[in-house]
């Protein structure tokens, strides 16, 4: 049992250092692609209430595809379709040497789309909670739309779409362990490396299963804080009102 447990150390033939890098690399990832998927998601969501009819049309087509799709098969189509088109630009236009798209980037992108995809839905509930009222009374007093939006619309915004959003944080997380097919040492690479060296199966997928779950626990403290801040004034203002 000890000799089984020398495997996960950092000493000679332990795994211990790999699968620390590659748990950086999962929560590296999940937290490039957070700001790249939330942003994307907010944009999409605004097409989706626009007021005009082909930019309705196309966020909804976007999220259509997009939660439709395999998130495997959204990986493959960015990691080789789009960078094989990326290379045949890059021969078209007489650039010199060839374009290679890091796994890191593909990844990012790739999860960035779906997340996108799945939090414009909470973007577009968290929209249609606001009243129209408080944009009216913004421009009222000599706001401009960006000003209404960013002073007014967006820190309620956040603060109702925060549940769901941690929803989608949770997802993410799990859905790294999608980058390990496009060779990126994630902890589900490592892992998977390690079974085959060492026949332990349920020695390291029960490590990645610990780190996951580590992860996703420090991830609901952190989410269950940001909403407790996010709504403080607000309960007080309700508190003040009754």
């Known amino acids: 049992m000890l000799d089984k447990l020398a495997l996960l150390g950092f000493g000679d033939g332990g795994w211990g250092l790999a699968l620390l890098q590659g748990a950086g690399i999962t929560i590296s990832i999940a937290l490039a692609t957070l700001p790249f998927g939330l942003a994307l998601g907010l944009l999409v969501a605004l097409g989706k209430r626009s007021d005009n009819a082909v930019l309705r049309g196309m966020a909804t087509l976007y999220t259509t595809i997009f939660r439709g799709v395999p998130e495997l098969l959204t990986l493959y189509i960015i990691y080789f379709g ?3 088109l990326l290379q045949h630009l890059w021969q078209y236009l007489g650039l010199p040497g060839s374009f290679s798209m890091p796994p890191f980037v593909a990844g990012m992108v790739a999860l960035g789309v779906v997340l ?4 414009s839905e909470v973007w577009v509930g968290a929209l249609n909670s606001i009243q129209r009222g408080q944009r009216e009374a913004a421009a009222a007093l000599g706001l401009s739309k960006a000003q209404a ?3 007014v619309v967006l820190p309620q ?4 779409a925060l549940p769901g959003l941690g929803n989608n944080w949770m997802v993410l997380l799990k859905e790294t362990s999608l980058v390990s097919v496009i060779t990126l040492p994630d902890i ?4 998977t490396r390690a079974n085959v060296v060492t026949k332990e199966p349920f020695l390291f997928f029960g490590a ?6 580590f992860f996703s626990l420090i991830s609901a403290r952190v989410v269950d804080r940001m909403e407790r801040r996010a709504n403080r004034g607000f309960a007080a203002f309700g508190g003040a009102t009754r």
Do not use: D, G, P
Request: glycine share 0%; proline share 0%; no cysteine.
């Open 82 to 84: 789009v960078q094989l």
């Open 116 to 119: 996108s995809a799945f939090s």
């Open 149 to 151: 939006f960013r002073l």
């Open 157 to 160: 915004l956040i603060r109702v």
């Open 188 to 191: 589900m690479f490592i892992t």
């Open 208 to 213: 990645a299963i610990l780190i996951y779950l």
